[in-house]
């Protein structure tokens, strides 16, 4: 099912140059460069943020990469992501095989991991992983999923990450 968005206009002439102050808006005020990406506040950073629904299985003690993210991050580019945060839903195909979920950045592991014995889906997740020490440039990001027990199956159901500037 489909959604719209209604826009709520201003009234005609409820907005006329007695209601703004004089010089408030100028040609040197919107210039080229006129504003300072330093005086900038953090607290006006926008964050990112990926997702996917596609569920995986792996089969297998692993780890199997399921999913992978480029990013990329860099002062420069006035992207400079500070932390990020994960959401899972995993699941195992017995309570006696534990499932784990590992983030990598480079090939480099970033939190401590998640585990599930769960036959049903669970929600896993790590907030706040600090990632301010990346270089500037291109990143990968992966999603491994293991078993303790090569027989059974993880699945991972969904994959939500929040990158922050913050």
């Not at 095989?97 to 997740?125: A, F, K």
């Amino acid at each position: 099912m489909g959604f719209s968005i209604r826009g709520i206009g201003v009234p005609d002439g409820s907005i006329d140059t007695a209601k703004l102050a004089n010089n408030a808006v100028t040609n040197d005020k919107l210039a080229d460069g006129s504003v300072d990406p330093t005086k900038a506040t953090t607290e006006l950073a926008s964050d990112s943020f990926a997702g996917t629904e596609v569920p995986q299985t792996i089969t297998g003690t692993g780890p199997t990469s399921v999913y992978d993210l480029k990013f990329h991050t860099g002062t420069a580019a006035a992207i400079d992501y500070k932390k990020f945060t994960y959401r899972a839903l995993l699941k195992s195909s017995l309570v006696t095989n534990t499932v784990t979920i590992q983030v990598y950045i480079d090939s480099t592991p970033y939190g401590v991991g998640e585990t599930t014995t769960s036959l049903t889906s669970v929600v896993v997740g790590e907030a706040d992983i600090d990632i301010s020490g990346l270089s500037s440039g291109n990143h990968t990001l992966e999603v491994y999923l293991s078993n303790s027990d090569g027989a059974e199956s993880a699945t991972i159901e969904q994959f939500d990450l929040y990158l922050s500037k913050k």
